[in-house]
Each structure stands twice: as structure tokens, then as C-alpha cells.
């Protein structure tokens, strides 16, 4: 397939994107979370080629965007709570799973009577679906199973020639997916932690779960489905280690062919050619912005059986960091 790639200068050089989305095209686009792949929400076949351009299994719904929440009462059943959580975090990082309606197709959500709907902030995604003048279903644009995509080298190398086009947005603020939330009247269950953190989401409801899935193992009836398959695997072993400074040094020192992903304060202490930052100890952000990028710089390194990351942080959107972490190590986590 020929991919067409354009480079955002303006709401203009979105035209021929928001044309291939209307005509049942998929393109990549950037949003504030990662890049994501997209397509007419109305459309089956449509959600039916993001499927097969990720290799995504087919029941692992699709998040359905918007460029207004005014609009979601047009695809799904909302109450009280979804508005109230609207009013503060939309457009933006989150994604809220409600009832949806009829116009919605059964593949978009692999099956499920629910819908998870976002408004993303992000000028080029949100241009791009009022251009569009639909609701637009999109997974993060990488390959089912890889590192999300959070420069346009990532979609570039996981999609060319995949998809019909690919949008340069430059990189992504937040570089972690999206915090997902089921809501009821009276509860928000966090199925997957983002830059909405649960501190931020407990100021507006007193009953705030966190899902087993997110700190732990999955086992069990998934209630996102997404949280049973492997997930952010860069192509080498990662395990992550949990330990002092001085234990994690040690070890390192000891352990040969590894790579290692660390924090900027550990590189004068931590020797050998594949180790990579992805931030301050203390800066979670930073770290949330670089971990997908540190992942995928391993991949195709033939000097290296192993990648070690240090344990981050679980405040604020600290959790996702460490969320995504254990979950590209397939929970395999080694303490000191
Ligand atoms: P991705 O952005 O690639 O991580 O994919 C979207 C994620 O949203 C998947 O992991 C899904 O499990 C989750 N998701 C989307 N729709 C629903 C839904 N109706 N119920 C639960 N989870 C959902
Ligand atoms: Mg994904």
C-alpha cells in the first residue's frame, strides 16, 4: 500500500487526511497521549483495517474520539458523573467507558455493549475529526504487542505502507496512552492509569477502585480487554529490578550483554554502552514522556540478551510509568 505522509503545517494539511477518513480510510495522527490509529467510528470495515494494519486481536476494542463532548450523547448513554468528569478533563488524556448506542458498530468495541470515548487535546487530532466530521476509532498506531508510538519515526517504522497515511505531529506531550475509567453513579474504576492520575480522579467521587490489572498479574475476566494481552514488549527480555541504588549498581556490574534503562541520577554510577535515561529519579512526567522511546531504542541492538529498568515511582502518573513498565517485562520483576 502507498502511505501517504504529511507534515502539519496547519489546519489545511489536514485536508486529504480528513478526506481518506471519510472515504474509509486509516491514518495515523498524533494525539497529546501517543500517536493513534484511526478511522471512521461509524464504519466497520473501517475499524475492520485498523485490526489488520496493527495485527490487533479483535476483541480489544477501540477508543472512540471525539472533538467535542457535546458530541458523546450522539454515541453513548452518559449521567451526572461522566459530565462532571467531562467539565474537568476534557479535552485531554482520558478515555471514559459508558453504554454505547446503536450507531456504534460492534467491532469498534470488540463485541462489548460499552464504549470508551475520548476528546483529545491535541490540536491535530482534534482538527483532524472536524475536518472529518466523525467520530474517529482509534488503538495507539504501533504494531499489536509493540511499544506505543510516541515520535513519527515509531509510526513511520511500525506502519509504512500499512496504513494510507501518516500525520508528523512532532512528539507527544504526555507519551503514555490514555487513563481509562468505567464509571457509575456512585464509583470510577481505573482500568489503566495516564496523566489523569487517581489522585486527580478521587477529588471528584469518594468510591475511586483501582483495578487488580493495573499493579498486578492479569487473571481473570478482563474488564478492559486490552489487559490480557502482552503489551509493550520491546523485541529483547526486560526485567525490572527493585532495589537501592547501591544494590542495583552492584548487580548491573556484575550482569554482562544487558542493556539498562535507568534514571538521569544513576548514569555516573552504572557503566557499558546500552544505557539510556528516561528522566530525573523524581520526575515522573519526563519519565512518561521518554519510557516508549527507551524501549523501542533496543530493538535490532545484537550486543545485548537483556534489558534491566529501575523501578519508578507510583505517585501521580508515576502509576502508569510503572504500569506500562511491568507490563513490557510480562510482570517479571527481580528485588534486590
Ligand atoms: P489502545 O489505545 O491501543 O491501548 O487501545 C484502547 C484500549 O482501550 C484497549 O486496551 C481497550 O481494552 C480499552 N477499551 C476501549 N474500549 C473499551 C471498553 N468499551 N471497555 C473496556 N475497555 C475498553
Ligand atoms: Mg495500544
Not at 452518559?78 to 479535552?91: H, S, V, Y
Not at 504487542?145 to 500499512?162: A, C, N, Q, V, Y
Not at 557499558?272 to 512518561?288: H, R, T
Amino acid at each position: 500500500m502507498n502511505t501517504i505522509k504529511i507534515h502539519y503545517t496547519g489546519r489545511e494539511s489536514l485536508l486529504p487526511a480528513a478526506e481518506i477518513i471519510r472515504e474509509g480510510g486509516i491514518v495515523a495522527f498524533p494525539t497529546e497521549t501517543v500517536y493513534g490509529l484511526g478511522g471512521n467510528a461509524l464504519d466497520p470495515r473501517a475499524a475492520g483495517k485498523i485490526y489488520a494494519a496493527k495485527g490487533r486481536p479483535s476483541d480489544n476494542p477501540l477508543i472512540v474520539h471525539l472533538a467535542d463532548v457535546a458530541d458523546a450523547e450522539k454515541y453513548c448513554h452518559t449521567d451526572r458523573l461522566f459530565f462532571r468528569i467531562a467539565e474537568a478533563f476534557m479535552p485531554g488524556p482520558l478515555t471514559v467507558i459508558l453504554p454505547k448506542k446503536e450507531l456504534i458498530p460492534d467491532n469498534v468495541t470488540g463485541g462489548l455493549p460499552t464504549v470508551g470515548i475520548r476528546v483529545p487535546s491535541h490540536r491535530v487530532a482534534n482538527e483532524l475529526i472536524s475536518l472529518a466530521g466523525l467520530p474517529i476509532a482509534a488503538p495507539s498506531a504501533n504494531l499489536s504487542g509493540k511499544p506505543s508510538p510516541t515520535s513519527f519515526s515509531h509510526i513511520e517504522h511500525d506502519l509504512d505502507g500499512r496504513v494510507d497515511a501518516l500525520i508528523d505531529g512532532g512528539d507527544c506531550e504526555f507519551g503514555v496512552e490514555s487513563t481509562i475509567i468505567r464509571i457509575t453513579e456512585e464509583e470510577i474504576v481505573l482500568l489503566r492509569p495516564g496523566a489523569v492520575t487517581v489522585e486527580m480522579l478521587s477529588l471528584f467521587c469518594d468510591k475511586l477502585t483501582v483495578d487488580r490489572a493495573v499493579t498486578g498479574k492479569f487473571d481473570g475476566v478482563p474488564l478492559a480487554p486490552g489487559m490480557k494481552y502482552r503489551h509493550y514488549a520491546p523485541d529483547c527480555p526486560l526485567t525490572v529490578l527493585d532495589g537501592e541504588n547501591r544494590a542495583v549498581y552492584d548487580f548491573l556490574a556484575r550482569t554482562s550483554r544487558r542493556g539498562v534503562i535507568c534514571f538521569d541520577e544513576d548514569l555516573a554510577h552504572i557503566d557499558g554502552e546500552y544505557v539510556y535515561s528516561c528522566g530525573p529519579v523524581g520526575d515522573s512526567l519526563k519519565q512518561a514522556q521518554r519510557l516508549f522511546s527507551c524501549l523501542r531504542a533496543f530493538d535490532g541492538l545484537r550486543g545485548i540478551d537483556r534489558i534491566y529498568a529501575r523501578m519508578p515511582s507510583r505517585s501521580g502518573i508515576g502509576l502508569a510509568v510503572f504500569n506500562r513498565l511491568v507490563k513490557a517485562a510480562g510482570f517479571d520483576v527481580r528485588r534486590l
